[in-house]
């Protein structure tokens, strides 16, 4: 049976990594894969995720299966986190949410959802987007298009390109929009631009699908959800995916969010149903550890705090990063003016440098990034820049 399969390459992101751990180079760095990492380079747990852990240790009493949509405090918390409290959407009970394992399995299931409502539905991605978003969604059998969102040239947004195509999207096809700290780029819309694309929601009829995995990266926890809020706010149907990985640190417990926000209080204990059968036919019910987790921080209030603190320091040091990089390239005498990055938000820059040059980084200097130009932010250190920079100013 098996034998008529043929190999395929390794995942560019994954494969990176694993590039990078056979290198001997001492000198070697790693901005590949999209996790957070301290100035020594590790990807400590989180101090309010040991907390929990202990809590969960003393109090979990057995193993038996959680409910079919996941942790209940978990999914009323993150609600909360995402959308604030009071939130029309929540008050009306518009909302169906399930416990979904990471990011990607919500965005799996939430793709599968979609195909049920309508198989010939169009998904339009942002040019570029995060890689796994095109097998995510359209292994569920979706047709995937993309609107223009980032110029490489200028290293901003082509927001009136992308307005343009938007207003071309025929009514109940699906936008996929990053609500904060875009991936690859880390380019994010502003609130003009988040107003602007409501207004053409609004005259299309399409559906907007926010993709959440950041939340805290960017400007705080309440600002990096301001389009998604405002989407939520004032549309009667908005799809969210959100991910626990990054903000809780909680990558390999496989911990995210499915959210449909339907039209009527009806539809959605009708959507509830749905979704809970397509998980029952992938994966039955969700992992609990992760979402046990979440459930303990946000629901007890001193925790909650300390992780809010938590969140904000690897913002504030990823932008510090971010300067720290932009100030040394000019140091050196780099002939490309890299201020942009100090404008981009979250994990992510696009350094904006050609395939060949990221290759030259790669092979010559040990520097490891996916050749898009797109780097972990968090992979830079005081101990690295000194050499990261002077390794970029060379092959530019
Ligand atoms: C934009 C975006 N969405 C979703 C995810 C999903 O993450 P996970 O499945 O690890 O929760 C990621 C992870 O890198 C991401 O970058």
């Keep these: 049976m098996f034998d008529v399969l043929t190999p395929l390459p390794a995942d560019p992101i994954l494969g990176l990594s694993a590039a990078y751990k056979k290198d001997t180079n001492p000198n070697k760095i790693d901005l590949g894969v999209g996790v957070y990492k301290d100035e020594q380079g590790r990807t400590p747990i989180m101090n309010t995720v040991q907390k929990a852990q202990r809590i969960l240790l003393e109090t979990e009493d057995s193993k038996t299966y959680i409910p079919q ?57 942002s040019d570029p987007t995060w890689a796994n978003h095109i097998p995510l969604i359209g292994n569920a059998g979706l047709n995937i298009k993309t609107y223009p969102y980032f110029d490489k040239t200028s290293a901003s947004i082509k927001f009136d390109e992308m307005a343009d195509c938007l207003k071309q999207v025929k009514k109940g096809d699906v936008v996929l929009l990053h609500g904060c700290c875009h991936n690859p780029t880390g380019a994010d819309l502003n609130k003009d631009q988040w107003n602007t694309v409501l207004e053409i929601a609004q005259q299309t009829g399409f559906i907007p699908f926010v993709d959440i995995a950041y939340q805290g990266f960017g400007d705080s926890l309440e600002e990096d959800v301001y389009g998604v809020r405002l989407l939520a706010n004032s549309l009667p149907e908005v799809i969210i995916a959100a991910s626990c990985s990054k903000n809780f640190g909680l990558y390999r417990e496989r911990t995210g969010l499915a959210v449909m926000i339907t039209e009527t209080p009806a539809i959605a204990s009708i959507t509830q149903t749905q979704i809970q059968s397509i998980a029952r036919g992938i994966y039955s019910m969700p992992p609990s550890y992760g979402g046990a987790l979440v459930d303990i921080i946000l629901n007890t209030p001193d925790l909650k705090t300390e992780w809010m603190q938590e969140v904000t320091d690897m913002r504030e040091r990823m932008k510090n990063l971010r300067k720290l990089l932009v100030d040394k390239l000019a140091e050196k005498g780099a002939s490309k003016d890299f201020s942009f990055v100090n404008q981009q938000k979250g994990m ?31 992979g830079i250190s005081l101990s690295n820049v000194d050499n990261l920079a002077e390794a970029l100013v060379k092959v530019l």
């Design 69 to 125: 949509q996941g942790v209940q405090g978990f999914i009323d918390g993150m609600l909360q986190l995402i959308l604030g409290q009071g939130h029309k959407a929540l008050i009306e009970n518009r909302i169906a949410a399930v416990q979904a394992p990471g990011g990607c399995g919500a965005l799996r299931i939430l793709a599968e959802l979609i195909k049920r409502c309508d198989g010939d539905t169009t998904v339009w991605v």
């Design 348 to 378: 992510f820059s696009f350094l904006c440098i050609s395939p060949e040059q990221v290759e030259k980084l790669v092979n010559e200097h040990s520097v490891y990034l996916v050749s898009s130009s797109r780097v972990n932010i968090a």
